[in-house]
């Protein structure tokens, strides 16, 4: 994949970004009206997809955060991250306001199920499909348009917006959050909640990515979020 040259990246990029945006709300419309999940299959052709796009856009492994240069600062920057997720997640399991959060009857299960959920769900089902979508093709192209600060805004709402779906299904299975919502008002409050948050997610993600240069960061990071809280989960219950 050569890299968007200075004379066309409008175009290029715009292309790129357009064609991400198109596949990904096809991708959770069919998951919003019960169409099979996350499962390897789909994932696998969503990460096909993503790749041809970004080969038939002209997208460079730079463009997309995966240029070998940066890894190792991707690295870096990403166990700074996971450092601080597992230090406020171990915060929140022993204070008793917080620790309600964590019971996530996701968490029921056993040690090996909990090691598939984190090396297949969070990792290769989530994590790296995600980031590749939002902070290496939408935020990659974003950056050639529009620059930083607004390629970040664009991305992490989109982002936001991506975790729609998800949220309604999750409160069937958190008692925290499902008590929550309840007591705020409802659904649309639970959601509107949970966009906001992961566009601010979304922010922090696009900074690392800034930072390192590398999508092994927010990857990382990640990973980091959603693992790690299951984990803790794990063991709070256990």
Not at 44 to 71: E, M, P
Not at 179 to 197: C, D, H
Not at 217 to 233: F, R
Request: aromatic share 8%; charged share 10%.
């Amino acid at each position: 994949m050569t890299a968007w040259v200075d004379e066309v990246p409008t175009w290029a990029a715009g292309r790129c970004f357009v064609l991400t945006v198109g596949l990904l709300a096809a991708f959770n419309i069919a998951r919003a009206v019960g169409l099979p999940g996350p499962s390897a299959e789909w994932v696998g052709v969503l990460i096909a997809t993503l790749v041809l796009i970004a080969w038939r856009t002209g997208a460079s492994l730079a463009d997309l955060g995966l240029d070998r240069k940066d890894a190792g600062a991707g690295v870096l920057y990403g166990a700074g991250a996971f450092g601080l997720v597992l230090l406020v997640l171990l915060v929140a399991a022993v204070i008793p306001a917080t620790n309600g959060f964590l019971h996530d009857s996701r968490a029921q299960i056993s040690g090996g199920r909990l090691l598939y959920e984190l090396g297949v769900e969070v990792v290769l089902l989530t994590a790296i499909p995600e980031e590749l979508a939002f902070r290496g093709m939408l935020f990659g192209s974003g950056l050639r348009l529009w620059g930083p600060w607004r390629a970040s805004l664009i991305s992490s709402a989109l982002f936001g917006l991506w975790h729609i779906a998800p949220t309604l299904e999750t409160r069937l299975h958190n008692q925290g959050v499902g008590s929550l919502a309840v007591s705020a008002g409802g659904r649309v409050v639970e959601v509107l909640g949970t966009v906001a948050v992961t566009f601010i997610a979304g922010l922090l993600l696009c900074w690392l990515r800034l930072r390192s240069k590398s999508l092994i960061a927010p990857v990382i990071a990640h990973i980091s979020t959603n693992g790690l809280a299951l984990t803790v989960a794990w063991f709070v219950l256990h």
